[in-house]
């Protein structure tokens, strides 16, 4: 009987991973990650072809009763229906234990036991436009043979020996030109959608790198008010500490460059207006 926890986190969706071609750029799909829990959770994502994708954040903590999305970007490729895709990503979590550990040795050392895996596989699409503009691109290539047979062909003429114009050449030429503007419309339509979904993923790309320097600052910080309350917790001095504190700190709105450059030119008046004063006084005396 196996030893494994059960289902540490909340994955949507749950067992396939959808990307909607057309697969000329970059396609993205998204995963959300929810902790129903009431402990910490660490996550993990990794995938059996690391080169052909672009996860973010492909790692972190989850805080009890929080929710994340990852965003899953799947770079460009010559897509091959026929082709059997073999693609798989795995989460992997466990809940954080409650001792001060380092998160990658933590990962280095977690037993399989402890650890909860979930997989999922990749599904690629292509939507149903797609199809549709490939058929009717096979239905206009045989409508111009057609045509241009019959402009081969010799025209019909009357009794006279006067020339008929047949009804049917000219409709068919009225309906290549036709087909011929929809077709480019189509193109430009889809060359249109691709450059949005390309400029959709790097806004999202801007959003998600963003949120995790937010992260990291909010890191960062926790970290710092950690040191700060240990230092006080070993015996040390209030003074010591809150001198080590103010050494660490650094506010990201007023680099402190700034303040020593406008404070040396004070300096530097104020002892010139106090030899000043100093030399009226001598001079006074000495008259």
């Not at 965003?71 to 798989?88: G, S, T, V, W, Y």
């Not at 050392?109 to 058929?135: G, I, Y």
Request: aromatic fraction near 6%; include cysteine.
């Amino acid at each position: 009987m196996s030893n494994k926890p059960a289902q540490l986190l909340v994955i949507e969706p749950a067992n396939e991973l959808k990307f909607v071609g057309p697969f000329c750029t970059a396609v993205s799909s998204y995963m959300r990650l929810t902790n129903p829990t009431e402990h910490v959770i660490l996550f993990k994502i990794k995938t059996t072809a690391p080169k052909k994708y672009c996860v973010r954040p492909n790692c972190g903590t989850l805080e009890p009763r929080t929710t994340i999305e990852i965003a899953i970007i799947l770079q460009p490729f010559i897509f091959d229906a026929a082709e059997k895709n073999k693609h798989k990503f795995m989460v992997q979590s466990m809940i954080m234990p409650d001792s001060e550990v380092s998160i990658e040795q933590l990962w280095k050392d977690v037993s399989p036991d402890d650890l909860m895996d979930s997989k999922l596989r990749c599904v690629f699409e292509l939507p149903a436009d797609t199809n549709q503009t490939a058929l009717g691109g096979a239905a206009i290539t045989a409508t111009s043979t057609t045509t241009t047979q019959s402009a081969n062909a010799t025209p019909n003429k009357n009794e006279s020996g006067t020339q008929v114009v047949d009804s049917q050449h000219v409709s068919s030429a009225s309906n290549e030109e036709d087909s011929d503007a929809l077709i480019l419309e189509v193109k430009k339509l889809r060359e249109s959608e691709c450059s949005l979904r390309h400029e959709n993923l790097l806004l999202k790309e801007k959003v998600l790198r963003m949120r995790l320097d937010i992260e990291n600052s909010a890191a960062k910080e926790q970290q710092q008010q950690s040191s700060v309350s240990s230092g006080l917790g070993s015996g040390g001095s209030p003074a010591s500490v809150s001198a080590a504190a103010a050494a660490q700190y650094q506010n990201p709105y007023s680099p402190p460059q700034l303040a020593n450059q406008q404070q040396l030119p004070i300096i530097y008046v104020a002892a010139a207006i106090a030899m000043a004063i100093f030399g009226l006084i001598l001079g006074k005396f000495v008259l």
